[in-house]
């Protein structure tokens, strides 16, 4: 697949402040790319620069073949942008507002009212189209939010942290236009500081903290650059002492680690699986009762963890 | 072009849609004409508004200068609006106004006639030195600021066209002995002649702003002035307001938006810009319509109105952008228009008519669309036509222009648009 987004070195720099420290990636045609990380971390800078808004202190990139830096009015005709924050005029309604956002594309005439018509049909809002967008709640602003940023068809559409502060309902309504968008050939630049969305979404990923690009490859990938075993954790009851049930457990065989949290162990094991039995088995020598198990496969929270020592949620 | 348009457009709907907006545009200015104008006693004296202004005459002159003002007051065409009393003792006359017996003392003082006519046989005579000017004296009561701003106005008129017409008058005759057309001899008669016109069309002075088929004389409505005085003072409310949808655009995330779709700065800039112009327009246009629907007030000529209104909403415009440019948030913007608008309604003269403040006040006053657009209103309002308003609208577009440079500059150096 030909690459549609290429970042070389791309710096931004605020006086003595870098947000974003020389990051270079790619994006193939059709792809849904993520960017994770915490809050921060230069996601919404470097989109940001992408679409034109911020010019770069150094480095460039070139979308759909045309610099950012260099030819800005091109670019703005590949790429479509749903920003972080709401950006919608609250007193138009939300027929209103897509026609206007429609004309600065320079869309007009019939087809401009046909394409609108289309997106109020895919953000599901044709019923409620002719309402004020201040009327509506968290969850349909967002949807308009975003088809503001389908009307002209872009190549290659940002989303910059679309699900920030709604309901799970709307939430998964976003991510189910984001594959659908993806299923009909757009390809998608998606930022987000919720491991569960980049995991659900992307085809590859790239984790950025304090304005570098940190990782960068597919889930499988990066999970594996990390080499994290499964994280085996059993609740006790109330009554029961954690601390006995990990100290009986460091000698067992597959047992890296075993650390108590309140009423809770966590193991860290190459295989939970494999040593599943044998714990259980302690436990019951021990006469302590387990309450609940869960097994946490590799993911990227704990790539991150891997990289940075912290949690993304920090 | 087309997207400048789309956006002042997008404005101007918003604006019509935020109600505390429109009661500050409209309503506001609306109710304030209509308690100034109860307080002035327009709605309860007729159709005319001002009328049987006290006045005094004192002619110590007692010349053909000095008789035709006289009669211009007493004149027929001013019998409604001014009450012309003559008085020979000019000290009675000012304690008159000392003690708000009277509007305005208009003092002719003794060779006012000759400081601007020569006698006989001295006008071309080598040995004559000229008279020092002698200048009439309105001394006004400052109780009754329009009233005595209108009897000003009349001298003020009078005045100019006696200056009009004795300079245009001598450099006529200097041309026609030049060319031989008059022997010397004649002179004198023909000397007088000229300024004879002065004393047997003594209304001409006030009619000079009268409308083209008319000697109708001038009936000045004082709605004519308060109208435009409170559309102006909240003009500036209004471009203020403007310029603050731009800085809160930028928080909104709108400004970014437009900036990222294929639109430039100018356009972006420039269709603010006209929003804000829109926007103004769309309010003095409306408050200037509703004083003439529901106060009759006669604006006259409609081509010289519309041209003064988009003049003066350019220029305070102007305004507008420069206090956006200086402002770094919304409230700063509110904040700054607020004051300037206090400010310029005062020194513009929406409040308290200019000639009755000090010199320096009025000379102030020239920095604010509120004085020149006051001067066109009530220019239009004594019958002037579009010919007449070329000094406010040219003073106007000049602020205008060298506001919205100002703007620019101050709009790239801090980055306003762009990061």
Same mark, same amino acid.
């Given at each position: 697949m030909p690459s549609i987004l290429e970042v070389q070195n791309l710096v931004k720099q605020y006086g003595d402040f870098t947000a974003v420290k020389g990051i270079s990636f790619d994006i193939k045609e059709g792809e849904i790319f993520s960017l994770l990380g915490?809050?921060?971390?230069g996601k919404t800078t470097t989109i940001s620069m992408l679409s034109t808004l911020y010019t770069p202190t150094s480095g460039d990139a070139t979308i759909g073949g045309h610099s950012v830096t260099k030819d800005p009015m091109a670019v703005k005709q590949v790429i479509g942008v749903v920003p972080q924050d709401l950006a919608l005029? !609250?007193? +138009? =309604?939300a027929r209103e507002n897509l026609i206007f956002w429609g004309q600065m594309y320079g869309l007009g005439g019939k087809s401009l009212t046909s394409r609108v018509d289309e997106v109020l049909e895919q953000i599901g809002l044709t019923d409620k189209a002719k309402n004020r967008v201040k009327t509506y709640s968290g969850g349909m602003k967002r949807r308009v939010n975003i088809g503001v940023g389908l009307l002209h068809k872009p190549r290659l559409l940002f989303m910059d !942290?679309? =699900? %920030? *502060?709604?309901d799970p309902q709307s939430r998964r309504a976003i991510l189910d236009t984001v594959k659908d968008l993806n299923k009909r050939g757009m390809t998608l630049l998606y930022t987000t500081h919720y491991m569960e969305e980049a995991q659900e979404l992307s085809d590859r990923v790239g984790i950025i903290d304090h304005g570098e690009l940190i990782a960068l490859g597919t889930q499988a990938e990066l999970t594996k650059q990390v080499g994290q075993t499964d994280t085996l954790i059993l609740h006790v009851g109330e009554n029961d002492d954690p601390e006995m049930l990990a100290q009986s457990l460091? *000698? +067992?065989? *597959? %047992?890296q680690h075993a650390e108590v949290s309140d009423h809770s162990v966590a193991i860290v094991t190459p295989s939970a699986e494999e040593i599943l039995a044998a714990v259980v088995s302690k436990a019951n020598e021990r006469g302590i009762k387990i309450r609940t198990m869960e097994i946490r496969e590799p993911n990227l929270e704990a790539v991150f963890l891997h990289l940075t020592a912290r949690a993304l949620r920090d | 072009m087309r997207k400048l348009l789309l956006i002042g457009i997008k404005d101007l709907t918003l604006v019509f849609r935020d109600r505390a907006a429109l009661t500050f545009m409209l309503l506001a200015p609306f109710l304030l004409t209509i308690g100034l104008g109860l307080v002035t006693g327009r709605f309860s004296g007729g159709a005319s508004g001002l009328s049987d202004i006290p006045v005094i005459i004192v002619n110590l002159d007692d010349e053909q200068l000095g008789d035709a003002l006289v009669e211009v007051f007493s004149s027929e065409e001013l019998a409604d609006l001014m009450e012309p009393t003559a008085s020979s003792d000019p000290e009675a006359a000012r304690r008159l106004i000392d003690e708000d017996e009277a509007a305005a003392v208009v003092i002719i003082p003794e060779g006012f006639t000759r400081s601007i006519i020569p006698a006989d046989g001295t006008a071309?005579?080598?040995?004559y030195v000229e008279t020092e000017s002698v200048k009439i004296e309105v001394y006004t009561n400052p109780s009754r600021p329009t009233s005595s701003g209108i009897v000003k106005a009349i001298v003020d008129e009078f005045v100019s066209r006696v200056e009009e017409g004795r300079t245009s008058g001598m450099t006529s005759l200097a041309l026609l002995i030049e060319s031989g057309l008059i022997a010397p001899q004649d002179i004198e008669t023909e000397s007088n002649g000229l300024f004879q016109n002065v004393e047997t069309t003594e209304s001409t002075a006030i009619t000079l702003k009268t409308n083209q088929q008319g000697a109708e004389a001038v009936d000045f409505d004082i709605l004519a002035y308060i109208a435009p005085g409170m559309a102006l003072l909240f003009l500036m409310y209004t471009v203020s307001y403007g310029g603050r949808s731009i800085l809160a655009e930028r928080s909104q995330g709108t400004l970014p938006r437009l900036l990222i779709s294929p639109t430039s700065n100018v356009q972006v800039l420039g269709g603010k810009v006209l929003g804000i112009f829109f926007i103004g327009v769309a309010q003095v246009g409306i408050l200037i319509l509703a004083s003439s629907i529901f106060f009759r007030v006669d604006w006259g000529d409609t081509s010289g109105l519309v041209v003064l209104i988009l003049a003066t909403v350019f220029g305070a415009t102007g305004w507008g952008m420069l206090i956006t440019a200086l402002a770094r948030t919304p409230s700063q913007v509110g904040t700054i228009g607020s004051a300037i608008m206090l400010i310029f309604g005062i020194l513009g003269g929406s409040f308290i008519q200019l000639d009755q403040m000090p010199p320096l006040v009025r000379t102030l006053s020239r920095i604010t669309p509120n004085a020149w657009g006051l001067d066109g209103f009530t220019t239009l309002a004594l019958g002037g036509t579009l010919s007449n308003l070329l000094e406010p609208i040219t003073a106007l577009l000049t602020m205008g222009g060298i506001l919205f440079g100002v703007a620019v500059v101050l709009f790239n150096r801090k980055g306003i648009v762009q990061k």
């Open positions: 915490p809050n921060g971390a005029y !609250e007193d +138009l =309604t !942290e679309p =699900t %920030v *502060g709604i460091k *000698g +067992l065989k *597959g %047992v | 071309f005579d080598q040995n």
